[in-house]
């Protein structure tokens, strides 16, 4: 059964800096699309970035020049290196993966999420 898990979420201080991890575990034929969301009580989920297979990254306005997203497709991981920490970025931070299921079938797939916290 393919599942995604992240790791790496924490602590931090403002200005600090934290990376994610999000590992695909389970069988699967090829992973598209690779994200990574988060979300703060009442408040919906948002994309922070995306990276294409052909490594195309894009990022939300509120992140650019502070987080990057990189992948590793030969140990099916996903990355988000986050510099410069805010305050109004700690969130649960979970990845999420277009995965190549069987030959002729894709299905989305969410981890379960991890706590970032920035405070002094």
């Known amino acids: 059964q393919v599942q995604l898990v992240e790791s790496g979420g924490g602590w931090a201080q403002p200005g600090g800096s934290l990376r994610l991890s999000c590992i695909v575990t389970g069988k699967v034929f090829a992973t598209y699309v690779m994200n990574w969301y988060r979300q703060t009580p009442g408040n919906e989920r948002e994309l922070v970035a995306t990276i294409s297979t052909g490594g195309i990254t894009k990022y939300a306005d509120f992140v650019k020049g502070r987080f990057t997203i990189s992948r590793d497709d030969a140990m099916q991981t996903v990355d988000l290196q986050m510099n410069n920490l805010e305050p109004e970025d700690t969130a649960v931070y979970s990845c999420?993966?277009?995965?190549?299921?069987?030959?002729?079938?894709?299905?989305?797939?969410w981890g379960r999420g991890t706590q970032v916290t920035v405070s002094s």
């Open positions: 999420n993966a277009d995965i190549l299921v069987d030959p002729s079938f894709s299905q989305q797939f």
